[in-house]
């Protein structure tokens, strides 16, 4: 499975590679990203099948990626903040994170993910 990373936060980016080498070892992490332009560029020439995608980056808010291309991939939103109402407003399936992410957390999420969305290959 091709995987990327979506965040501006090293300490963050290198929890995330730390747990999918641990408990996805076969996942390939193709790429690291720290900003919202940058990441349109890359998704708009490149395809992954899961994202996980800070929602705060230093450039803006991830739903600039979302607006700008559409995307197939499974998404794994990241976040520091308790209050993401808007994604409910905005999307209908998505999968989220909460910061400091708990490797109990991490697990049950890509359970689940792999479970019902039929993605482990």
């Not at 090293?10 to 408990?23: A, F, M």
């Not at 992954?48 to 939103?77: E, H, K, R, Y």
Request: some cysteine; hydrophobic content about 40%.
């Amino acid at each position: 499975m091709r995987v990327v990373i979506i965040e501006d936060e090293h300490l963050s980016q290198r929890y995330l590679i730390y747990l999918l080498s641990i408990y996805y070892p076969s996942f390939e992490i193709v790429a690291v990203i720290k900003s919202v332009d940058e990441s349109i560029k890359w998704l708009s020439n490149n395809s992954v099948d899961l994202i996980f995608m800070d929602i705060t980056l230093s450039d803006g808010n991830c739903m600039g990626i979302l607006d700008a291309i559409d995307l197939n991939s499974q998404i794994i939103f990241t976040t520091a903040y308790v209050d993401v109402d808007f994604l409910n407003t905005r999307l209908t399936d998505y999968y989220l994170l909460h910061k400091p992410i708990s490797e109990k957390e991490f697990n049950n999420t890509m359970n689940s993910i792999l479970t019902n969305k039929g993605l482990y290959n």
